[in-house]
């Protein structure tokens, strides 16, 4: 009786996994699969950007500070590291557009499951730098070459959020998020003054309370993330890009397995349609 009842819990509980990740990542988005989407993808690029540090010796997921790097180094005449600089910029350019080259495919062809390509690739290039690349790669090329992949992952993860959420989270980079949350924090703080003031027949100023909450979960999410993969990374190194990998695997293996049935269906029908012929 017991191992039925565990048998049951058990399918039960895929049942649900399976429901909760695939609407998750679905094209029809909502406020709360925004932000369920956005705290996942924040904290793993909060781990990813905070850990690499550690291996690459640089944040990769922000070009502000990237572009700023690559002038700096121009004026002090450090060629191969306005090389470097160039690259990691490229590689972020390539991974955002790349993520729209996917979204636009599978919107194409998988109305429902358009965004889960770019993010199973990110998945991929997580695993393949924590088992392949990052641990095998010589000292002399950790940067040349560690910097523009991570570069790339990020650029993918970002574009394909801003995709997603309409361009109201970014995942990525905190100074959107900071910037949107003083704002919200100087209205809810101009809004407590009016309470103590006379009625005025000017427009009446109200914070976006849930938008704050949102950004102030966005946030804890990206330093907990930042805390989770400096840990990792500085503890095991970069093979504690395979615990990110399998996040964001967990989180579209249901799609894509979606995907993959899809594919075959058409495949049989295909055949059919040849045999008739």
Request: net charge positive.
């Amino acid at each position: 009786m017991t191992e039925l009842l565990t048998h049951r819990d058990g399918r039960r509980f895929g049942r649900n996994y399976r429901h909760a990740v695939r609407r998750i990542v679905a094209a029809e988005r909502d406020g709360t699969t925004d932000a369920q989407l956005g705290l996942v993808l924040t904290f793993v690029a909060g781990a990813v950007n905070a850990g690499g540090f550690f291996y690459v010796g640089q944040y990769t997921s922000h070009m502000s500070g990237i572009v700023a790097a690559i002038a700096d180094h121009v004026v002090l005449g450090l060629g191969s590291l306005v090389m470097i600089g160039i690259g990691a910029l490229a590689a972020f350019t390539f991974g955002a557009a790349v993520s729209a080259i996917l979204i636009n495919w599978g919107r194409r062809h998988y109305v429902s499951t358009q965004y889960v390509l770019p993010i199973a690739l990110e998945s991929a290039l997580l695993l393949v730098f924590g088992m392949l690349v990052g641990p095998t790669l010589p000292t002399a090329l950790i940067q040349p070459l560690g910097i523009p992949l991570l570069c790339f992952i990020m650029g993918l993860q970002n574009a394909t959020v801003t995709k997603i959420s309409g361009a109201r989270i970014r995942t990525t980079h905190v100074t959107g998020m900071v910037t949107d949350f003083g704002i919200e924090i100087g209205k809810f703080a101009y809004e407590l003054v009016l309470r103590f003031r006379p009625a005025s027949d000017g427009p009446a100023i109200a914070a976006d309370r849930p938008k704050l909450a949102l950004l102030a979960s966005l946030l804890g999410a990206f330093v907990a993330g930042g805390i989770t993969g400096a840990l990792g990374f500085s503890r095991i190194g970069p093979v504690f890009a395979v615990v990110m990998a399998l996040v964001l695997a967990a989180l579209v293996a249901p799609s894509l397995g979606d995907i993959l049935r899809h594919r075959r269906l058409l495949a049989r029908r295909r055949q059919r349609r040849l045999h008739r012929d």
